[in-house]
Structure formats: C-alpha cells, structure tokens
C-alpha cells in the first residue's frame, strides 16, 4: 500500500517493496554526495519545528582559497571552527559540505546564537562567525571579503534558506563527485547539526492505489503553481515532468518528494478521505 510521510516541511510518497531481504553491505568510506546523503538532510531539514526556533540565525557560507591536502585536514578545521563557535555564545548550527568548480571545499550553514539583548550582541556574533573562521582558515588563503554572513531574520527566512540548499541533488556542479579535491580518497560525512534543534517526527500515512495517484496529481498542480510564482523555468520544466516514465509500470508507482507545507498537505488529505480514498494514518 501506498506510504506517505508528512514533514514539517514537506512530503515524500511512494510504494514500499514487498520484499526486502537483500543483504545489507557494510559500511564503508564516505566519498562525497550519495542520494542516502541527500535525503538524510533533506528529512532532517524538513522536520525542524519553526515555531520553537528561537534565538539569532545566521546563513553563512564559508570559503577557502586554497584546497586541504586531505578530507581529515578539512575535518579538522570545520570541528576547530564549531568549537570556537561554542565558545563564543552558539547554540545551534547546520552544515553542508560542498566544492567549487575548481575543486576546493567549502562550508555552507546556518549557526543560531541566543536572543540578542542589544545591538552591541548582533554585532559581536556577526564577527565571531568571521572572525573565528579567518583564525582557523587563514592558513588556506580565506580572505574576509570571500565570506558570506547574513542574518536569518524569521523563520520564512530559514526555510527558504534550507529548501535552496536542500534541494540540490546529488548531480548538482557543488555536490558532483567530479568536482571533489584531488586526492581526496573519501570525503567522510558531507553534512551536520550540532545542538538542540526543535524537531518533529513525520506522520505516516497509507493510501489507497487510487488515492496515491490522486495525491500525486496534486502535488504536480501545486508544484507547478508554486514553480510559475518563482518564475524559475527549470523548476516549472522538473514539475511538468515530475510523473512521466516511458514505461507504464514504473509511472504507477514513481514517489514524490515535495517542500509542501504540512498544513496544506493535511487538508489535501481530509479531500481524499471526504471525497471517498482510503486515508489511514
């Protein structure tokens, strides 16, 4: 039977396989971007509870003139950077590894600070971030004009931050392997949170075949309205295409991924169940 889970945030649908015995392979070097990757942050991102995200956000992404020889060094420097963000007031932050054209690194994140009691408190987190990853990224050429910090100014503001950076797949030019650093034989893990972030579990909901589809075809229309409000056209192309296989068997049961919001997807789901499909949570 059809499964769909509802986030926060968004939504994924799809048919479960009847059988899944396979043997299971044993973990090994993580070696950039894979779609277990992706949909981790993606789930991860799409349950955060917006309501009890308190505090002063900053989107930042940080960058490096010159390449780390390995992904340990890079490791370690991402780890000194955090630390020195403890230090300096930080209560929440979340990480994306991901690498320029010319295969260098480079850190995109949103690190949360308590509730500034003045101007003087916004101005010293804002150069902390700065500050603290010139001292421990100054060694690979990071210049300070090259480091990008701007406040998260309410939580419309960091969801669209998360769902930009989210939404990149694994063949995206940041997140392809074929722009990893040279020499780098694994990459270990490509993206984190550290600290309390508000969260809440998906709900899970079976649907009927019949259901699923309809679903589906719902989620394409919204989609592709919300595409065309974006003006982004190769949005509006993925959305216009989103359902379609050349082969019937696997359009029956292609699964959708969608930054839908929760409320919408709980009213889509009281039509379905008023107009007569199978709706069991």
């Known amino acids: 039977m059809p499964v769909l889970k509802v986030y926060q945030h968004g939504i994924t ?15 090994g070097n993580v070696i950039g971007w894979t779609e277990k990757a992706t949909r981790a942050n993606v789930a991860f991102l799409r349950s955060v509870y917006l309501p009890e995200l308190h505090g002063l956000g900053f989107a930042v992404t940080l960058t490096l003139r010159d390449c780390p020889a390995t992904s340990d060094d890079w490791h370690k ?3 000194a950077f955090l630390m020195r963000m403890n230090r ?12 320029q054209r010319r295969g ?43 480091q990008h910090v701007k406040p998260i100014t309410d939580a419309l503001g960091w969801f669209q931050y998360v769902a930009k950076h989210a939404a990149r797949g694994v063949l995206h030019y940041q997140r392809n392997s074929e722009n990893m650093p040279k ?51 190769y949005r509006i192309r993925q959305a216009k295409t989103m359902l ?28 379905l169940a008023a107009s007569g499909y199978s709706v069991v949570n």
């Open 77 to 79: 420097l991402r780890r």
């Open 13 to 27: 649908a799809g048919i479960p396989p009847m059988k899944n015995d396979h043997p299971r392979a044993k973990r």
């Open 183 to 233: 020499g780098w034989e694994k990459t270990g893990r490509v993206w984190g949170y550290v600290g309390t972030w508000p969260r809440r579990d998906a709900i899970q909901i079976e649907l009927s075949q019949q259901g699923y589809w309809r679903f589906r075809r719902i989620v394409r229309a919204w989609r592709m309205a919300d595409a065309r409000r974006s003006g982004d056209s």
């Open 104 to 146: 260098v690194p480079h850190l995109h994140g949103a690190v949360y600070f308590p509730e500034p009691a003045d101007a003087s408190d916004y101005i010293r987190y804002h150069s902390a971030i700065e500050g603290h990853w010139m001292a421990v990224a100054g060694a690979y050429g990071a210049q300070r004009w090259a």
């Open 244 to 271: 379609q296989d050349s082969d019937r068997a696997r359009c029956e049961v292609r699964g959708v991924s969608e930054w839908m919001p929760q409320s919408l997807t709980l009213t889509v789901l009281d039509h």
């Open 88 to 99: 300096a007031g930080m209560v929440r932050a979340h990480w994306v590894t991901e690498w």
